[in-house]
Every structure is written in C-alpha cells, then in structure tokens.
C-alpha cells in the first residue's frame, strides 16, 4: 500500500483542482484490499483472455507465453475471473496461506 | 472611435458579447433577462459571430453547459435573473472553484415569494460567497463597458475566474439609452483571443472536477480566495487601459460631491443615477450632500471605500436586499464590517429602498440624506416607505 | 462453481469466447480506483472507454464513479474528464460537444472528430439528471449519453431510484413489516429515448462485454445523439456476491428481465438472441440478499411482469419498421 501523498501547501494545489496525470490513481495500491487471490493453473487454461476482459480493475494481463496473471499490487480478490473462467483454470485462494 | 446609438440596454449587452466573440452562449430565458437571450440567438443565427447557441431547458442546465464548453476552451456567455440565478446557484460555486472565466449577464429582479418581476438586488446578494467577480452598472454605457472587460478580467491568467455584470432589469434592461458602442476593431485591440490554462482535449489530458478531501479542501479554497482576492489589482489595470483606449473611467467606489460631503448615499446600480439629482438638489439647498458609488462587489474595494469615506460624518448606505434576520442590508452590513477598525469613520444608517421595483425618487433620495444627518434612524434599518 | 459447468452447450455456442484476444489491450481506465470488489460499473467504464478511444471527452455525473476514481491529486481517467455536479451530467456534456464544435469551426482545435461522452447513474440519469438528459437529447448534440444503472442510488447508500425493480429492498424503501419494498415498476427509460428520436439507443451489460463494446462504437460513430442503458451489478447494493457480478448480468439476460436490443431509427432489433423458454425469474432473483424477503407469490407477480413486458419488446422487434424503411414505401 503506498501512502497518499497530499500537496503540502495551498500554493500547490492545481487551480481548480485539476489533475495533469491522468491514470495516477495507480499509485494507490488497492490490492492491500485482498482476502483471497487468484491463482492460474496453466495446464487448464485455455488462452481465451475472458479472465484479462472481466476484470474491473483491469489488472489481469497476458505475458509472453499466452497465459495470464493478476497484478497483485491491484487484485482486489474481487473472484470474477475464477468465477467465469470457462475450464475453471482459476483458483481463489486465501491471503494467509 | 466607436458610434453613438439609442439603444434597449438589454439589447446592447447582447451586443456587447457578440463584440467580444463569444464561441458559445447557453442561455436560458426569464424577465427581464430575455431580451438579452433573444438578442443573442439572433446575433448567432444570422452569422454576425460564429458560434453556438445553446438553447438549454433550464438555468441550472444553462451554467452547466457553459462550465462544460467553457472547459474545453470555448470562451462562453450566459444571462439570467432571480430565480434562474437562484436555481443555478448549486453551480456558481463550482464555476469559479474550477476557475472558468465564463461571463454572465444579471438582469437584477427581485426573488419570489411572492413572486415579482421587477428589479431589486435580492437575486445577487446570495451569491456574493460564491467566488465570482461582481460588477454593478449604473446605466447602459456601463453595461456595454463592463461585459467586455468582464471578458478581459476573468480570462486574465493572473485571476481565471468567472465574472458577472448586473444591471437593473426594466430599469437598465428595457430602457433605451445613448450608448456610445466601440467598433469590434477597438474591442479586438482590447480583448485578445482566450487562451485558457487547461482545456479538456485529449492531446493534453486533464481530469476536471476531482475529489477534494478534507486533506486539501481548506488548501482548495485559500487558493480560490486568494484568487479573488488579488483580481482587484487587475481589474483596476483593465479599467486603467479602457480609460485609456476608450476614454471613460471606472473605478471600484466612485465618489460623486464627496470632498466636503457631511452626509453621503451609498448606491450600486441605476438608482445611482437618480441619487446623483439628488444630491446636485440638496446642494442647491446648502446641504453638504455627496454620493459613493459602488462598480465592484466583488472583490469588495476595502482600500478605495475607506479612502472614500474618509471625512464623511454619516453614511446613508442603500441597499436593495434584505438579509433577513441579519444585519440589515448586504451592502450596509458590510461596509459597516470593512470600516470596523478603521478609528475615525463615519457613522453609518440603512435605507432599504426599491424592492421588488419600488419606484424611489429624486424627493426621496433628498428625504433619507436628511434623516440621515442625525447620525441614527429609529430602527436598526429601515425599508424606505413601507406602508404601515 | 463457474458457469462453465452450468452451461455446457454455450461453450459452443458462443462465438464470443475468444474475442477478448482481439480487444484493444489499451487502459483508459486504470487500476487503483477505490471501487467496490466485484463493481460492475468500474468494468463498464473499462469496457466503454476501451471502446471509446483518445478522441473522447467524459462528462461524469456526481456518484460511485466519479468518487472511487478522481481523488484529488490523482486520477484514474487516461481520457479528457470533467465532474460537474450531480443533475447536469449531460447539460454539461452538451456544452463540451458546442464548445469543441465551435473551436473545431473556428479552426481554434485541430480539426478531428472528438466525442463528448456523459455518463452517469441511474440516479444521475433517470431522476435528478432526467431533465438534463432530456434537454441534451431533444436538442440533438453530437453526443452520447451512457446510463450505469445498478437500481439504486448506490454512492450515498443504497437508497431507491426509478431504477429499482418492483419489491427490491433499497434503504429509503427497504422490505418492512408492513410494506414489502419498493412498490412501483422500473422505469423504462431506453423507451424514453426511443420517444425522443433519439438515433441510437440501445440496452448493454457488461457481461455481454463484446455487445457493449460494439454498440457504443456504433453509437460513437453516431452523428447526433444516442443513449445506451447499462445494466450494471452491484453486490454492495444487491447484497450479491462480488464473483457474481457478471452471472447476474448473464442471469438478467436468460429470464429477459434485461434483454439486449438496440434500436435504431425506430427499428428494434435483439443483439444477443435468448431461447424461447426464458429462465425462470427465480434464478436471478435468488442471490442478491435485495430480495431476499419475497414469497413465492410476489416473484409470481414479478415473473408475470417480466413476461409480458417481454411479449411487448417483442412485438417491436417483430412489427417496427425503421423510419428510412418508411420513407423508402412511401416514395415506392
């Protein structure tokens, strides 16, 4: 979880409030938010990117071999991939084990 | 050199924008506000500017749609009254926290209930903490001048806020007066074209409207109050360089026969005028009468009042509003408020006069100076001719 | 449990399985946002802004969405944004459609097609933000209207909305002794559009996320207005889980509680066909706690409902005809 920065004085503040970064909320790390994870088991899965186009946060991405995993730093373990995961290659897992 | 004309004020407001090039005007209509929308529906639809008319279904939808092209850097109009103004007034706010230079133009009418459509303050005075700049015509040279400097002051980068003219409706608006309008070249000279700080393009991509927690809330608005705060620097620079270009002044508290006034009114907008008689009869008469006229609200001139009334025994401030349950009236209260620390001022008595489009004459304005030069009316303010 | 196992046979069925490969991997919409576990709405928004493209401009109504994503100084927004207030989401929207369209004239902005976009909730959409929509909409802006209805007013807590569905339990109509829920029948506000000639309006999910995402790139490349209604799940506001976000969308399909169907000109035409024998109303009803205190009966009187509000889009999508198809018979 990276801790907020807020501006330290007025003069700071963007007129209008205004935000220049756009997708700077990334650098709130909501994944502290996770009871359970998302873990893929590759032998099932079939490539078909269901899990990567349903998740609301946007964090599950493909890597270099076709497969996909969830960035941990955003997975809210919200469980909508494993949920929908056609061969059920997806499992929810708890955060302590 | 600009052409001298008969003209409806309201009309020549209109005018006014169309000089200053608007790209979009979203207006809703409401007397005595409407002839200044018709006007510029037909300014836009016989392609005397190019630009957009919006015609939006309400006044709260009105400012919405010019915070949203205003936002994208279109430079954007608006007009309205009472209780347009007061539907509006969840926005108000919000246009000058996102620092949205939008003009409007106030055709002055009085809030219901009952409901009454002629002219008094009481639709701007709710509004004076919503962080716009205030300007107050006397008459429709006045108006013409002050839209286009509104224009020029709002979009300054040093202010960045948005700007309202308020002009007295039937009393300003539906009159026809002699308006001397500046030719566009002169405006052109005078108003170059907005470039605005931040616009919504996707080139340059900007999130507008965000969240403020408690965390930078405080810090939002002491920028914003400094914002406001600083424009009077710049709009006395603007009212310099229209002087110069156009030969008329302006300044923020305008005294009229104040040099050695014992009593001087206090007026802001057309009853100014008529004041003016006034005092030009008492004087006649041996009375050391004078006048201060308020031009800017807001930000309130604290500076030029306190020089103005410097030698003045007593103040009849009038107000065109009541603050119910408070003070008395907006513009008393608050001069009243500025000249607190100031160890020898005048001593200062509330006429509350014209409401809901209340005729006050010459005879009047004569009647209150001298009521006034005991120092104390027998209330703590007093509605001027009230029956009963 | 997944719905895989539910459904064998759509597995063939549903060429959309491997679309997702071809979708653009681009985020308009990052994570970090402060949205719920399992928000429909926040992959709505993912969803339509991949389909949008840079040459956007949003206009966000006051709600869930603009709170969890605009916290000051940070954004979650990759696409020109702007937060007004909460009724004037599309007043705004069609004075940032004016402002670029006479910029754009003006030779002011370069000349490229930029589309404004308002989006907003039920809430922000259907009451406090209908006049303004209604107004945007009649006037004809150059402008697309997205409504994220999750039936309820969700951001300030769950409180009920001309969305919320007959006897739902929302927190200002909540499941008492003595009055069961909300009493009156969901707002049919898609119709509302049909009856302001809008061009293009269509109903979406984002369970079906191809349907979606084509249909607001049709209705992008509207010129003029078009409306799009999204049915979004909420499990904070549904007591649902947060896995079944998207089953429940899938589920409001299959009972035709929320069919999708887009009309365009006037001619009504389903998007994603349902069989014949629809799911009964049950299914859908039986995982969100909001209904959780319905008898039997009561989901009969819903069911009947469902049915012939289902026999009625039907009979659209057989009989009407676009008004270029009318055009073109009577010049015959």
């Known amino acids: 979880m990276t801790e907020k920065k807020w501006p330290e004085t007025w003069q700071e503040v963007n007129p209008g409030c205004m935000v220049f970064r756009p997708g700077s909320a990334s650098e709130y790390h909501t994944g502290s938010w996770r009871a359970k994870r998302p873990i893929w088991e590759n032998e099932k899965c079939i490539k078909c990117g269901v899990c990567y186009i349903y998740c609301p946060e946007g964090c599950v991405t493909e890597n270099t071999d076709g497969f996909f995993e969830a960035n941990l730093d955003y997975c809210k373990g919200c469980g909508i991939c494993a949920h929908e995961c056609w061969p059920a290659a997806i499992k929810m897992v708890n955060e302590e084990d | ?388 | 449990m997944n719905t895989a196992t539910k459904n064998p046979k759509s597995i063939i069925e549903n060429f959309d399985l491997y679309a997702p490969k071809l979708v653009s991997k681009e985020e308009f919409f990052v994570g970090g946002h402060r949205a719920c576990q399992g928000c429909g709405e926040s992959l709505a928004i993912r969803l339509m802004c991949k389909a949008l493209g840079k040459d956007t401009v949003i206009t966000n109504a006051t709600g869930c969405m603009e709170v969890i994503s605009s916290l000051y100084p940070t954004t979650a927004w990759k696409l020109p944004w702007i937060h007004v207030a909460f009724p004037n989401s599309a007043a705004v929207g069609s004075g940032v459609e004016a402002g670029l369209r006479a910029l754009r004239s003006k030779g002011k902005i370069a000349d490229r097609r930029i589309k404004s976009v308002a989006i907003g909730g039920d809430g922000g959409t259907m009451d406090i933000g209908f006049q303004a929509l209604s107004g945007a909409m009649e006037r004809c802006h150059d402008m697309l209207y997205v409504c994220f209805d999750n039936e309820a007013y969700m951001n300030t807590g769950i409180q009920r909305s001309s969305g919320t569905p007959f006897l739902a339990s929302t927190t200002t109509a909540p499941a008492g002794k003595k009055i069961p829920g909300n009493q009156v029948w969901k707002k049919n506000l898609p119709e509302i559009m049909v009856a302001h000639n809008v061009a293009y309006v269509a109903t979406a999910t984002p369970s079906y996320p191809i349907d979606f995402m084509n249909k607001v790139k049709k209705a992008r490349s509207v010129k003029g207005p078009s409306y799009i209604h999204c049915f979004v799940s909420c499990p904070t506001g549904w007591r649902s889980t947060s896995e079944t976000c998207i089953k429940l969308g899938r589920l409001a399909l299959e009972t035709g509680l929320f069919p999708l169907y887009e009309v365009e000109d006037g001619k009504y035409r389903l998007t994603v066909e349902i069989p014949e024998k629809r799911r009964p109303i049950q299914d859908y009803l039986k995982g969100q706690g909001r209904f959780r205190h319905l008898t039997p009966d009561q989901i009969q009187v819903i069911q009947e409902r469902i049915d012939i509000e289902w026999e009625t889009l039907m009979i659209k999508v057989k009989n009407s005809k676009s008004k270029e198809e009318l055009r073109a018979q009577r010049t015959r």
């Open chain 2, 1 to 388: 050199m600009g052409k001298r004309v008969g003209m409806e004020v309201a009309i020549a407001s209109a005018e006014a924008a169309a000089l200053c090039r608007f790209d979009v005007a979203a207006v809703y209509p409401i007397t005595p506000q409407s002839h200044v929308a018709e006007h510029l529906s037909d300014i836009v639809n016989d392609g005397r500017v190019d630009a957009s008319f919006i015609t939006v279904e309400s006044e709260h939808s009105a400012l919405s749609a010019a915070i949203g092209s205003e936002a994208t850097g279109a430079r954007t109009v608006t007009a309205t009254s009472s209780q347009g103004l007061l539907y509006m007034s969840e926005i108000l706010p919000i246009a000058s926290a996102m620092r949205l230079p939008i003009v409007m133009i106030i055709a002055n009418r009085a809030v219901s209930g009952p409901i009454n459509i002629w002219n008094d303050h009481s639709d701007i005075m709710p509004m004076r903490d919503t962080g716009w700049i205030s300007f107050f015509a006397d008459n429709g040279q006045e108006v013409v001048d002050m839209t286009i400097q509104a224009f020029k002051v709002g979009e300054d980068r040093r202010v960045m806020l948005p700007v309202n003219v308020n002009m007295d409706g039937f009393q300003l608006t539906h009159m026809v007066e002699p308006i001397i309008m500046p030719d566009q070249e002169e405006v052109d000279r005078f108003l170059p074209a907005y470039i605005p700080f931040a616009t919504l393009h996707p080139d340059k991509v900007v999130s507008m409207g965000t969240l403020g927690m408690p965390e930078i809330y405080a810090e939002a608005q002491k920028s914003k109050d400094v914002a406001i705060v600083n424009s009077i620097k710049v709009v006395k620079e603007v009212w310099k360089e229209w002087e110069a270009q156009f030969g008329r002044k302006y300044e923020p508290v305008q005294s009229y026969r104040t040099e050695d006034a014992d009593v001087a009114l206090v007026t802001m907008g057309s009853m100014g005028e008529t004041a003016e008689i006034a005092v030009d009869e008492l004087r006649k008469q041996g009375v050391k009468a004078g006048l201060l006229k308020i031009k800017l609200w807001r930000p309130f001139p604290f500076d030029d009042l306190k020089k103005a009334v410097k030698g003045i025994r007593v103040l009849a401030v009038t107000d065109r509003a009541i603050s119910f349950g408070g003070p008395g009236g907006p513009v008393f209260s608050e001069i009243r408020s500025a000249l607190y620390d100031v160890p020898k001022r005048p001593k200062i008595v509330n006429y509350i006069i014209g409401l809901g489009g209340r005729d006050v004459q010459v005879e009047n304005f004569m009647d209150m100076v001298r009521r006034a030069a005991k120092g104390k009316l027998s209330e703590p303010y007093e509605i001027y001719g009230v029956r009963g």
